[in-house]
């Protein structure tokens, strides 16, 4: 729900970050490039190098966890699309025409709910099972 944006599958949102992520790291090393031309200082340079390559390196791990993610998600029939996403915990939204998805018939017809997920991880021995 944060700046207002619509709910989007977990796998689409961290992708959304890791993207992000790149662009502040090309940001901060650019504003470094400029803060050098007026400046010349090269602290001030070597700072602002060393946080985007951060930023990089952190996009880049957070790029591996999707691949993770994506190896654990489970791929489902959208019922009201038709088409197959792959869906995560308990809950999850379709990735294609954002219709919440569950694997948990007692939440079957609820609203989207991220609270699922935070009970599912509570209770981690319970694997989600696959509805057909
Ligand atoms: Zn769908």
Redesign the pocket.
């Known amino acids: 729900m944060k700046f207002g944006k619509k709910p989007a599958s977990k796998i689409n949102r961290i992708r959304t970050w890791a993207l992000s992520l790149i662009f502040i790291a090309m940001f901060v090393m650019y504003l470094g490039v400029v803060l050098f031309y007026f400046t010349k200082s090269q602290l001030l340079f070597s700072l602002f190098l060393l946080i985007g390559t951060l930023a990089f390196i952190l996009s880049f791990i957070v790029y591996f966890w999707i691949g993770m993610l994506s190896t654990r998600a489970i791929t489902v029939q ?1 019922p ?2 038709n ?1 197959y ?1 792959k869906m995560l915990g308990r809950a999850d939204i ?1 990735a ?2 954002n ?1 919440p998805l569950t694997l948990d018939p007692s939440l079957a017809g609820k609203a989207f709910d991220e609270d699922y997920n935070n009970k599912r991880k509570s209770k981690k021995l319970e694997q989600p099972r696959e509805t057909k």
Do not use: K, P
């Open positions: 959208c009201n699309c088409q996403t379709c294609r025409c219709e």
